[in-house]
């Protein structure tokens, strides 16, 4: 069974870091291309990075509103990917999930002072 | 960015009926391959998205054939037949052809 569990979410007040994880389990993660994708309380979904699998270098990209900002990173021997998220920004409130054809349960994130 | 519109916002159907849902790209969301990235999710409530169909009309592992998805270039439909009460939620599709990929705003499916 797939399986992908975020953890780290929380309320943080803006300026600050917070670090996601994707723990995964039941498929490949080695060669899977991992993604975040947020979901903001009026139920918009916006994809915010990818990270590539390691034949690809583990090459990264991001969203232009979290460039400079957001890091995804990912240890396939822990079958887990990150996000860091620094300088957090009131409009980053949002649930945040982790991704590959399958999603998980996602983690909400609250910024706010 | 690409803009993917979605229609209807809200989709009233009957238990056993069909419904159609459209999303229109801004552009076209044929890939240079040839390959056309646009996907099709189903967010239940209180869930997250699930993938429904990927590159306009292929049904991922599980999804039954009640769903079926079809089009082209910069218009597409997702179908669903004999809808049945666990087909109710929060419909969206994605296009990946382009960087970033990007959402359409959704479309509720509900109970008439």
């Known amino acids: ?113 | 960015d690409v803009v993917m519109t979605q229609t209807p916002v809200s989709l009233p159907v009957s238990l056993g009926g069909q419904a159609s849902i459209s999303c229109r790209s801004s552009q076209s969301l044929v890939h240079s391959n040839g390959n056309t990235y646009l996907h099709w999710y189903l967010q239940k409530p209180g869930q997250s998205p699930q993938l429904l169909i990927y590159r306009v009309s292929n049904r991922f592992s599980g999804v039954p054939d009640r769903f079926s998805g079809s089009g082209s270039g910069t218009d597409f439909t997702l179908k669903i037949s004999r809808v049945e009460p666990e087909d109710l939620g929060d419909y969206y599709c994605l296009q990946s052809t382009h960087f970033p990929p990007t959402f359409g705003s959704g479309t509720k499916l509900e109970i008439k």
């Open chain 1, 1 to 113: 069974e797939v399986q992908l569990v975020e953890t780290g979410g929380g309320l943080v007040q803006p300026g600050k870091s917070l670090k996601l994880t994707c723990a995964t389990s039941g498929f490949t993660f080695s060669t899977a291309w991992m993604h975040w994708v947020r979901q903001s309380p009026d139920k918009r979904l916006e994809w915010i990075a990818r990270i590539k699998d390691k034949s690809n270098n583990y090459a990264t990209d991001y969203v232009e509103s979290v460039k400079g900002r957001f890091t995804i990173s990912r240890d396939d021997s822990k079958s887990s990917v990150y996000l860091q998220m620094n300088s957090l920004k009131e409009e980053d409130t949002a649930t945040y999930y982790c991704t590959t054809d399958y999603w998980g349960q996602g983690v909400m994130v609250t910024v706010s002072s």
